[in-house]
């Protein structure tokens, strides 16, 4: 197991942006392959976003075209950049790390409103 602490989460209006980061604990982070989910109230977690340790992306057709996964292996840490935020993105946001295990970070906050 390994913690994971998000950051980056807010409000913001609609159209605008976002970046989350998600730092890891541990020495094996490259071999780890990273995602980001959301929760909405009343709703269950949802992909938003993963990549392989190899660098390979994927992404819920809803934020295709608008959010950005990428890692850097040299600071233990991946990010979601989100553009054109839209109110239907608002949820809490939760890194993931699986390798042998799956290890969930606390979440954070993102809320798009005017």
């Known amino acids: 197991q390994v913690q994971l602490v998000e950051s980056g989460g807010g409000l913001v209006r609609p159209g605008g942006s976002l970046r989350l980061s998600c730092v890891t604990s541990?020495?094996?982070?490259?071999?780890?392959?990273m995602g980001w989910y959301r929760q909405a109230p009343g709703k269950q977690r949802d992909m938003v976003a993963r990549?392989?340790?190899?660098?390979?992306?994927e992404y819920a057709d809803s934020v295709k075209g608008r959010f950005t996964i990428s890692r850097d292996n040299a600071k233990n840490t991946v990010y979601l950049q989100m553009n054109s935020l839209k109110p239907e993105d608002t949820a809490v946001y939760y890194c993931n790390a699986q390798a042998v295990f799956s290890s969930w970070g606390q979440g954070t906050q993102v809320t798009v409103s005017s």
């Open positions: 541990g020495s094996a982070f490259n071999i780890y392959d």
């Open positions: 990549i392989t340790a190899r660098g390979r992306t």
